[in-house]
T-cell receptor, first 112, second 114 residues
Framework: GQQLNQSPQSMFIQEGEDVSMNCTSS?????WLWYKQDPGEGPVLLIA?????ELTSNGRLTAQFGITRKDSFLNISASIPSDVGIYFC????????????FGGGTRLMVKP | ETGVTQSPTHLIKTRGQQVTLRCSSQ?????VSWYQQALGQGPQFIFQ???????GRGNFPPRFSGLQFPNYSSELNVNALELDDSALYLC?????????????FGAGSRLTVL
């Protein structure tokens, strides 16, 4: 089963609002990744974080690798309708090949 | 450059049957991973193939098996299908062998088991 707890499970916001979602784990990860999945598509990588405490931005998206290495958050500023989708966090251990452990996802809905 | 392509996109099977899903990795990628995504959940790692050998396996029974071919394409085989095998099966490719974490996912094969 899932080892990553992702919250909230869903969000329904107004266009232009900022969004925050987070992921916590009972295990330490060496890498945290954030993906977005649109209907009928596979997950697409948004941001990758490689060091504890790292803060990385990609356009309106900002993500941080928690200092304990057991958590991460993703912020989206000034949301737009195309931000709609399911956002997944994923953790990776360096000694576990490419075995990503995914959270349960946050479903984001944006009202124009 | 072409991305990861999977086939078929949708299929329906009955309990006890066998299924083969196919994946062509992104050009130049030599590592393929398979994930199972049940409805409303995040993907779960099944296994990874590198240099035509299984290199890492998640918590899935032996009736889930795979192959990687010299051109880096891959197959996922599931025997004795069960109702709970109904899911979206995602293939992801990457470059650089185990440990490389930039995965490119395909759109998936949606399997329904009746």
């Amino acid at each position: 089963g899932q080892q990553l707890n992702q919250s909230p499970q869903s969000m329904f916001i107004q266009e232009g609002e900022d969004v925050s979602m987070n992921c916590t784990s009972s295990s330490i990860f060496n890498t945290w990744l954030w993906y977005k999945q649109d209907p009928g598509e596979g997950p697409v990588l948004l941001i990758a974080l490689y060091k504890a405490g790292e803060l990385t931005s990609n356009g309106r998206l900002t993500a941080q690798f928690g200092i304990t290495r057991k958590d991460s958050f993703l912020n989206i500023s000034a949301s737009i309708p195309s931000d709609v989708g399911i956002y997944f966090c994923a953790g990776l251990l360096n000694n576990a090949g490419n075995m990503l452990t995914f959270g349960g996802g946050t479903r984001l809905m944006v009202k124009p | 450059e072409t991305g990861v392509t999977q086939s078929p996109t949708h299929l329906i099977k009955t309990r006890g049957q066998q299924v083969t899903l196919r994946c062509s990795s992104q050009s130049g990628h030599n590592t393929v991973s398979w994930y199972q995504q049940a409805l409303g959940q995040g993907p779960q790692f099944i296994f990874q193939y590198y240099r035509e050998e299984e290199n890492g396996r998640g918590n899935f029974p032996p009736r889930f098996s795979g192959l990687q071919f010299p051109n880096y394409s891959s197959e996922l085989n599931v025997n004795a299908l069960e109702l709970d095998d109904s899911a979206l099966y995602l293939c992801a490719s990457s470059l650089g062998g185990p440990g490389a974490n930039v995965l490119t996912f395909g759109a998936g094969s949606r399997l329904t088991v009746l």
